[in-house]
């Protein structure tokens, strides 16, 4: 089978297209035929290393496992003797964080990946580009305590990660403030906008409204430029470990004390995504009674992965890129 493979941690110039085995499946696998995948920050993270704590994760030198891809759909096209759950022709999908090597025609899932059956009403590509980003969101969102009609600012509001907060937040009944860019202000607003704010043309910080929480779920603003938009008791949440890993700090002051201190009871949450399989029965249920869609960017076939990795790398992505192996 053909599989991109990496032996070092770097740019998309260290990924080559090879040909390797179709692995087997033990007794308590599957074998997957792959029809799509994507590319998201996580895979970025994960070619990199980047930031260094992941190479406790991924390999200290060089990476444990040679094939990357966090995210995929497809197939079952052989079930090991013990499996009971899954047929040869189910359609299944599923992302784990820390890779499932999808980057290849065909992947062995086991139960301690986290998958489950496709929603029948998307395709293999909308099921390539639904769970990163949609996890990553659901993990914010559940760290803190919302009311129906809260106001809600999300900072890159058409990402992969911000597109899926405004669909889960809308369904959520909150009021939604979207900051994007100006080619992406309709976007914003058929995501169930109240308010839009173009970054491009003003900064979001200087807004003279308040917010119940912020959601920077492109990593790019700071608390302390944002502090002044929350309420008294309101929240800030980022997708990123901040300069100098201050959210991490700044949730554990709110862990110990309750708020940050001297700033009117406001908070810090660190968005730890620890269970895969809960978003994933929240997101099929969703999906399924038409309350999610993913926003995709760009579809590349799978020979041209590292070109997605180049465009994705630049930092202004839409929603989700994928890449089709249908």
């Known amino acids: 089978m053909k599989a991109f493979i990496y032996k070092k941690y770097g740019s998309p110039d260290v990924l080559k297209l090879v040909e390797i085995p179709k692995p087997i499946p033990k007794p308590d696998e599957i074998l997957v035929k792959v029809r799509g995948t994507s590319v998201n920050r996580t895979d970025c993270a994960n070619l990199r290393a980047k930031p260094v704590i992941m190479r406790l994760m991924m390999g200290l030198f060089s990476p444990k496992n040679s094939i990357l891809g966090t995210e995929f759909s497809g197939d079952v096209t052989e079930v090991g003797k013990a499996v009971t759950q899954y047929e040869v022709g189910n359609k299944v999908f599923g992302f784990t964080d820390s890779g499932i090597s999808s980057y290849a025609e065909y992947l062995v899932l ?114 302390g430029a944002c502090q002044s938009l929350l309420m008294p008791g309101g929240s800030y949440i980022s997708s990123e470990l901040g300069p100098w890993s201050q959210n991490v700090f700044y949730s554990f002051i709110t ?65 989700n890129v994928i890449i089709s192996l249908a």
């Not at 003003?202 to 959601?215: G, N, R």
């Not at 908070?267 to 997101?283: C, D, E, S, W």
């Not at 960017?297 to 202004?316: L, N």
């Open 110 to 223: 086991s139960p301690k990946n986290a998958f489950s059956l496709m929603p029948e009403n998307i395709t293999y590509e909308q099921a390539a580009g639904c769970i990163e980003g949609a996890h990553y969101a659901y993990n914010m969102i559940n760290k803190i305590t919302l009311q129906p009609g809260d106001s809600i600012l999300i900072n890159g509001a058409t990402g992969g990660i911000g597109s899926a907060a405004m669909q889960l937040l809308k369904h959520m009944g909150m009021q939604l403030t979207a900051v994007c860019n100006t080619d992406n202000l309709s976007l914003a607003d058929s995501l169930g906008a109240s308010h839009t704010i173009d970054w491009e043309k003003e900064d979001f910080t200087t807004s003279p409204f308040k917010y119940q929480a912020i959601l920077d779920t492109s990593g790019k603003s700071t608390l």
């Open 255 to 319: 862990f110990l004390f309750g708020s940050i201190p001297f700033m009117e009871r406001k908070k810090v949450k660190f968005p730890y995504p620890p269970n895969i399989m809960r978003t994933l029965g929240l997101l099929k249920s969703l999906i399924e009674d038409d309350h999610f869609s993913p926003v995709i960017d760009r579809v590349y076939p799978f020979e041209q992965i590292p070109e997605a990795f180049r465009y994705v790398e630049k930092g202004h992505k839409t929603g």
